[in-house]
């Protein structure tokens, strides 16, 4: 059961990839753009201490905007608020943020703006809506300037609104929302990672918001006082995202499934998973999942498993639902 968002922007040629030269005697009226969804395969948490991380796109889950020209100021319209941009509440920050920045980047940062967003990216689900709504408005302004965004300005603008949603991010999330493959991120570095054959994965949502901002700092407060036992399991995260490439690259499902759960049990004696959450990866792992595991912050969110193939991903969701889970999605990484 995939979301769908509740009205899709028209589709140009021109939307979701950024934007591109246009003469400046052939203005738009509009720009737009979009961004999707991803999931941390392996290396949560460690990642925050320079380690190496894996995150696949979830392509099925979509952020839009679209912006038009206003007289004056900025006007925000979305499923979570609807009005100015300076009295936008807390929550509204880091799109607030992202246009401001955008703006800045285009030369324009006084223009007058009308910012229409949607997402079928679910909020505090460790999914990256925040960092793909921030890249979506990002290409829109764009488009809507006839810009070009390169890649270090583009991630530069969903980093400045990433720091306002979440403290001190890797720069994960802003990568991996733009990516159009399985990445590893190590130090700010991304390099594609080759997969040998399609891969089918289900998301469950447990129906409890996560926060990466509060999982982050109680890692950081345990391993403050637990240095040594907190190391080695951040250690060992990183191993497994190391080791993980070769089995991607294989399309190894038996290892990539063990390793996520080997993954799943070392986050959960860190302290970020949940009951629910352990609930959940059991069910998938009963269900006939190769492996399954939290992915993102943890603390609430949701879990991915890997199925045997899209149909059996489909039959893994139905069984996390009945499982307690909220809502599912399936989606396919594909042979690259």
């Known amino acids: 059961m995939t979301s769908t968002l509740p009205i899709r922007l028209p589709q140009t040629e021109e939307t979701a990839g950024g934007a591109r030269e246009r003469s400046a005697d052939s203005p738009r009226s509009t720009g737009e753009g979009s961004a999707h969804a991803k999931a941390i395969l392996f290396g949560e948490h460690a990642v925050v201490y320079g380690a190496p991380a894996i995150a696949i796109p979830i392509h099925e889950l979509e952020a839009e905007a679209r912006v038009e ?4 100021g900025i006007r925000i319209e979305s499923e979570l608020y609807s009005g100015e941009a300076s009295a936008a509440p807390q929550g509204m920050q880091p799109v607030v943020t992202a246009i401001e920045a955008s703006l800045a980047q285009i030369g324009a940062p006084q223009a007058g703006v009308r910012v229409q967003i949607l997402s079928a990216i679910p909020h505090s689900r460790g999914l990256g809506s925040s960092a793909a709504v921030a890249a979506a408005v990002a290409r829109a302004i764009a488009d809507w300037a006839g810009r070009t965004l390169g890649e270090g300005n583009l991630f530069e603008v969903v980093q400045q609104a990433e720091r306002v949603a979440h403290g001190n991010p890797s720069g994960l999330d802003a ?4 990516a159009d493959s399985t990445i ?3 130090f700010g570095v991304v390099r594609a990672v080759r997969t040998g054959q399609a891969l089918s994965f289900v998301l469950a949502d447990s129906g409890i918001a996560g926060s990466t901002a509060e999982a982050v700092g109680a890692v950081r407060s345990r391993r403050e006082s637990d240095t040594d036992v907190t190391e080695g399991l951040l250690s060992r995260l990183a191993r497994i995202a190391e080791d993980s490439i070769e089995d991607i690259a294989r399309g190894d499902r038996d290892a990539i499934g063990a390793r996520m759960s080997e993954a799943h049990d070392l986050l959960d004696q ?4 949940s009951p629910t959450l352990n609930s959940l990866v059991d069910a998938a792992i009963a269900a006939g999942a190769y492996g399954a595991k939290l992915t993102g912050g943890g603390l609430g969110g949701c879990i991915i498993a890997l199925a045997e193939s899209p149909q059996h991903a ?3 969701g139905s069984a996390l639902r009945r499982a307690g889970a909220l809502r599912t999605w399936t989606a396919t990484v594909p042979a690259a």
Do not use: C, H, N, P
């Not at 020209?69 to 004056?72: D, I, P």
């Open 314 to 316: 489909e039959e893994l």
């Open 175 to 178: 990568r991996a929302v733009t």
């Open 69 to 72: 020209s206003a007289e004056r």
């Open 270 to 273: 860190i302290g970020v998973s």
């Open 184 to 186: 590893r991120f190590d």
